[in-house]
């Protein structure tokens, strides 16, 4: 969900002022794990169910983390399909009653970037916009000092209970440009995009440049995980094979040429095929000629309202594979993504948790990231895979 549209938005370098950059110290390189909750499992209110109206947590479906800025720690969702951190703000002008945000006014390392702005436009409507400044900025056992962020102010998206912001993490977001970075006001950033050649890097704090996505999720689930710097070799099983990323975006992306239903396999009609991993977008969106091979397999399943939905009590599935690089990686769980609609005569019927996209590349999401250990590695312009221990 939360990518961004490229057309909207500008994205800036790491914006470091000439005081912050002046006075930071390099984090020591150590790994950490920071643990990872869906909002329907933080907040069990609203919890998916396959038998009862879903609340609002699911159907926003985001991975959250605690970060701490200045001294307010506060959950964002962790979204690798973008690549700013903001939250919300005390300099919201709607009503904050009840919501997450961060209180400018109470902390004392905050420091305004003065005519910086910043605008984010995502995908799916979402968004928000503000002002810019730099804090310290704490994420699991790391802090930088004069992190920049966007503070929040107005929508078109608004506060929430749920979380208090984004935090992006495509590619550059720990060694290259965008760090941290928000989207700002382009014309008035030079003299702060100068002091950029000193800014901390948190890659280079890290004993390896990388951070592994554990997202098992659902119930009976180990805790989910963003691990970085290391590789936990106990959450999955088999070798983890090593997939290059496609060059001149800031996507996690990679050539996906091909699938597999129920051992079947298939080369896609579409040329140039491709897939990203964003832990922001809950569903696993394929190639309509994918959706529409795996759910010929799904007895009472039919599309409503372009959705691809089936009876609740199916619990058949056909076993799927997708490409990935030269990889086939299996997607085993939450393909029952819960209700969707109640029928006249009582039948309840369910969303799927693989839906069909209309884009030129395919978005391969929390439901993939169920099944998939991944391993995201900048530096090396690739990815590592494996099957998850659930
Ligand atoms: C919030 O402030 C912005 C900028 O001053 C303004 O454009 C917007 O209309 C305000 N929104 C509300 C709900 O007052
Ligand atoms: C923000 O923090 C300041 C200073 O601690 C406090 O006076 C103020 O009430 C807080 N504002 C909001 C909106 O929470
Ligand atoms: C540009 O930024 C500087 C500080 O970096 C600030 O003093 C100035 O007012 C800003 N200009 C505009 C037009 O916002
Ligand atoms: C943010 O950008 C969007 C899209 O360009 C625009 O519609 C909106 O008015 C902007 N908001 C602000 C506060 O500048
Ligand atoms: C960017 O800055 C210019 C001049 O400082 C200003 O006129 C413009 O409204 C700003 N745009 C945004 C989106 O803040
Ligand atoms: C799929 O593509 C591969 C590689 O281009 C090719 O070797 C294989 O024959 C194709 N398979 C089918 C069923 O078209
Ligand atoms: C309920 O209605 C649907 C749609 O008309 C039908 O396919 C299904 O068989 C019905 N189920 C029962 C138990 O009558």
Redesign the pocket.
């Known amino acids: 969900m939360p990518r961004i549209r490229p057309l909207?938005?500008t994205l800036l370098g790491l914006l470091y002022s000439a005081a912050a950059v002046a006075t930071e110290e390099q984090p020591q390189a150590r790994s950490f794990s920071l643990p990872a909750t869906r909002t329907s499992e933080r907040y069990p209110a609203g919890k998916r169910s396959v038998t009862g109206t879903a609340a609002a947590p699911h159907t926003s479906g985001h991975i959250l983390v605690d970060i701490t800025i200045g001294s307010q720690t506060l959950p964002v969702v962790f979204d690798t399909g973008s690549s700013i951190l903001w939250v919300w703000s005390n300099f919201y002008n709607g009503s904050l009653a009840g919501d997450l945000y961060y209180n400018i006014s109470a902390s004392t390392t905050w420091a305004q970037l003065p005519g910086l702005?910043f605008?984010i436009?995502y995908f799916d409507g979402s968004?928000s916009?503000g002002i810019v400044g730099t804090d310290k900025v704490t994420i699991g056992g790391l802090t930088v000092t004069g992190a920049t962020l966007g503070a929040a102010n107005?929508g078109?998206s608004t506060p929430s209970t749920y979380k208090a912001g984004l935090i992006g993490m495509e590619r550059g977001s720990m060694s290259g440009n965008r760090h941290f970075a928000p989207a700002t006001n382009i014309s008035n950033t030079s003299t702060i995009l100068n002091s950029q050649k000193t800014r901390p890097n948190i890659a280079s704090s890290l004993p390896s440049p990388i951070f592994a996505a554990y997202l098992p999720m659902g119930s009976g689930a180990a805790q989910s995980s963003i691990d970085f710097g290391y590789i936990d070799s106990s959450k999955y099983t088999g070798t983890l094979s090593t997939v290059p990323l496609m060059s001149g975006t800031a996507r996690w992306q990679f050539t996906s040429t091909s699938y597999s239903v129920n051992g079947v396999h298939h080369n896609v009609s579409i040329t140039s095929g491709k897939a990203l991993i964003d832990t922001g977008t809950a569903l696993l969106a394929v190639y309509p000629e994918i959706a529409s091979a795996f759910y010929a397999g799904v007895t009472g399943a039919y599309q409503d309202a372009g959705r691809w939905v089936f009876p609740c009590s199916t619990t058949t599935f056909p076993s799927l594979t997708l490409g990935v690089g030269g990889v086939q990686a299996p997607v085993v769980r939450e393909l029952n993504w819960g209700l969707w609609s109640t029928l006249a005569n009582g039948t309840k019927i369910c969303e799927g948790g693989i839906q069909a996209t209309s884009d030129t590349y395919m978005t391969f999401g929390q439901v993939f990231l169920a099944s998939n250990y991944v391993v995201f590695n900048d530096a090396a312009s690739t990815i590592q895979i494996a099957n998850i221990v659930f």
């Open positions: 909207l938005v702005t605008n436009s968004g916009s107005s078109p």
